[in-house]
C-alpha cells in the first residue's frame, strides 16, 4: 500500500474503534484538550491491532532499517503492547520502561536484559509534548544503553517533536493530527467543528 492508503486505512481503522473523542479531557502532561486519541482500545480490536501493528513494523524496517538497532523499548503504558508486538515481529529484544523505580527487587526502571551500548528504538502510542518519552529515553540512558529514535503512530503537533530534537532524539511518526484530522473530516467520520477544534489545539 502506498502511504496515503495506510493512513487513510489507519484512520478507517480508529474510527471504527471509536478512538477519537471530543470533549475536555486533562492528558498526561498535564494539558486540557478538546479532544482525546485513544489508543489503548487499539489491543482489544485484533484486526486493528495487527494492522497497526504491521504499520509501526513496516516504518521501522522503511525508515531506519534492523541493522540499526538492537532493542525495542515500550514506553508506558500505551506504548507497551505495541512495543512487544513489533519487537516480535521484527526478531529484536524487547524492553520496557516502568513510570517510576520500583522500590523492591533489582530497583529498576528499564524492565527486561539492557547492556551499556545497546542501541535502543522507543516505541510508544502517540506524542504531545514529549515529556513521557523523554523520561524513558533518560532512564535507559542511565541504564547505558544508547536512545536516538522514537517511533509513535500520531504526532499532537504541540511541541514533543522539538522537545525531542533538543534531547539527540529524532521523531519518527506515522502520521500528524492534522493528517489525521483532514482525512476523517474527508470520510465524514468528523464534521468541520470538530476538525477545527484539532486545528485550534496544534502548536499550543
Known sequence: M?????????CK?????????????????????PYYIDLR????FPDAFRFICDVYASMIE???????????????????PFAAVVAFRLEKPFLYVRREVKL??????????????DRVILVDDLITTGKTL??????????????????VLIDREEGGREALEEAGLELHAFMTVREMAKVMLDMEVIDEEQYELILSQIGT
Not at 41 to 44: H, N, R
Not at 63 to 79: N, Y
Open 62 to 80: 522503511a525508515e531506519l532499517g534492523l541493522e540499526a538497532f538492537d532493542r525495542v523499548a515500550g514506553v508506558p503504558t500505551a506504548g507497551i
Open 104 to 117: 523492591h527487587g533489582r530497583e529498576r526502571r528499564v524492565e527486561g536484559i539492557l547492556t551499556p551500548g
Open 2 to 10: 502506498e502511504r496515503e492508503e495506510l493512513v487513510r486505512e489507519a
Open 13 to 33: 481503522a480508529l474510527a471504527r474503534i471509536g478512538a477519537v473523542k471530543f470533549g475536555i479531557f486533562k492528558l498526561t502532561s498535564g494539558k486540557t484538550s
Open 134 to 151: 523523554l523520561s524513558a529515553a533518560k532512564a535507559i540512558r542511565a541504564e547505558g544503553g544508547e536512545v536516538e529514535h522514537v517511533f
Open 41 to 44: 482500545l487499539v489491543p482489544s
